[in-house]
């Protein structure tokens, strides 16, 4: 199977070989650090998240860039609003920007610089810009001659007059061309400023994911990625800026955007006023007493439309995501009771059930490849492991005590299979640890991060409970059970000792 993915700048999937055999380079715009990140914005990082996942496990090493804007307009008027400095205001919004993006189970990029920290390299290419005729100073600002770049406009495919349509009267009459932007701005007093040799100022947006991209990969690096709105003017810019300074091209091989999300259909966006953040819905009853469900129902809700295609956002539709995340986990949770009951019979014999069920089993894992190797087509991979807990469930209502050793491999081989697509690749967290009394052991050690109790305090808890319990001291031992009920774990007793597992 060969991956597909949708290039804009082609509008149309095309095969996706990378620059360097083996290896992939991926940038993805970054937050501007003035606010706290809302689900428009959330859903960008989590579905370029699991489409690094994926090309991890095809066997790629990935060099994921993603930057943080923290120098820009709006940082300098929060910190004019605050009285504070914009280094304030970024520092504060880039720890926040980590807290909610570590809430959400997305993977830290390989390299995360800051623009503040990338100026000499923007001022090089200004500097390069300017000597080779496509861009001029004036009063300190540099600008950016679009008609002197004739590959203007080849991604978001407009025409000069569709671009202007959105234009406002008072253009700047310094400019030749309406759409000149800029790539340095002079500075306003009281504005955070670098020296330069157009004098004090600061760089532009778009100049700034150019510098940052070009330092870290280089020309015609593979995946360049970000939300649809992004598309023009920004990618634009970005590409006209960097195919003009280095006269080389392509600047990005496949260029990757997510779709919209909205609010009862209209689009999530701060200047609309409907924004709900992240942070928020953490803080929902449910979330508060479960962070790892907020991943888990987030993600949920995000990958189960596929990353072009608009979504909108409700409370209903990330409870429906909740419940599918739930049938997972129950699924696994039943593989668990039944794997470790000793009830296999000897037979080397392969039933006609079994040997459907392992078919279904390789044709769940071959779907899935095929879905994600198809513009990383996540609902489509999602409903494919919903087949084979339909069919795991099934197997197993058939064979309600009894399995062959074959039938037993595979169970253990559905359960591997499940954890390993569902959270390596789509970054859910499935797996509550069994305890290590009953001599089974999951090995994701990362899963009890994002819950408030680590697994090696609720086996103390549970050890604990059970000391108790042989001295008959039977409230301490409900005290315990209650104190673990309030942090959402719940313990069964069996007749092989106690088990535990999250709400
Ligand atoms: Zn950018």
Redesign the pocket.
Known sequence: MTLRVYNTLARKKEEFIPRDSGKVGM?V??PTVYNYIHIGNARCYVAFDAIVRYLELCGYHVTYVR?L?DIDDKIIKRAQEEKTTSKEIADKYIKAFHEDMEAMGCRKPDIEPKATETISEMQKIVGGLVDKGFAYEVDGDVFFEINKFEDYGKLSRRTLDEMRAGERIDVDSRKHHPMDFALWKGAKPGEPSWTSPWGEGRPG??I??SA??LSYLKMSFDIHA?GQD?IFP??EN?IAQSEAYTGTKPFVKYWLHNGFVTIKEEKMAKSVGNVTLVREIGKWDQYAKRPVDLQNHLRMFFLSTHYRSPIDFSRKHLEEAGRKVRGLEDLIWRLDEILKKDIFNQSEEISEDEKIFGDKIDEAQKKFQQAMDDDFNTPSAIGTLFELERNTNIFIDKHPDKFSFSGKSLLEKTKGMLVKLSEDVLGFVLYGKTSSSMGIISGHEESELKRELSANEIEELVEKREEARKNKDYKAADEIRTKLAEKGVVLEDTPHGVRWKWK
Do not use: A, D, K
């Open positions: 940038y715009c970054g930057n804007t947006w778009h700034e994911c940052m991209s970000g992004l920004h990618h970005e």
